[in-house]
């Protein structure tokens, strides 16, 4: 059987214990249950600045209507 979900998340941007940028996926309305426990970030690129980081996570805010899986 299908397993469908879909919510809301917004990308929100963190720092790692040097400083480098990374962005999190953090639920806003609901949270799919696959990402239970578990915090889902996005690795960047080792030049980027925090600033770059925001206007990005800005941009992928706008963009990015939702996050969903279908187990199969």
Do not use: H
């Not at 917004?10 to 609901?30: H, I, N, Q, Y």
């Not at 690795?43 to 963009?63: C, P, V």
């Amino acid at each position: 059987m299908k397993k469908s979900e879909k919510c809301n998340y917004r990308f929100t941007v963190k720092e790692t214990g040097d400083g480098k940028p990374w962005l999190m996926l953090e639920p806003m309305d609901c949270e799919l249950s696959i990402f239970k426990d578990l915090i889902v970030g996005l690795k960047l690129r080792d030049d980027m600045t925090i600033e770059e980081a925001q206007e990005l996570s800005k941009r992928l805010n706008k963009d990015v209507s939702g996050i969903s899986y279908t187990r199969l």
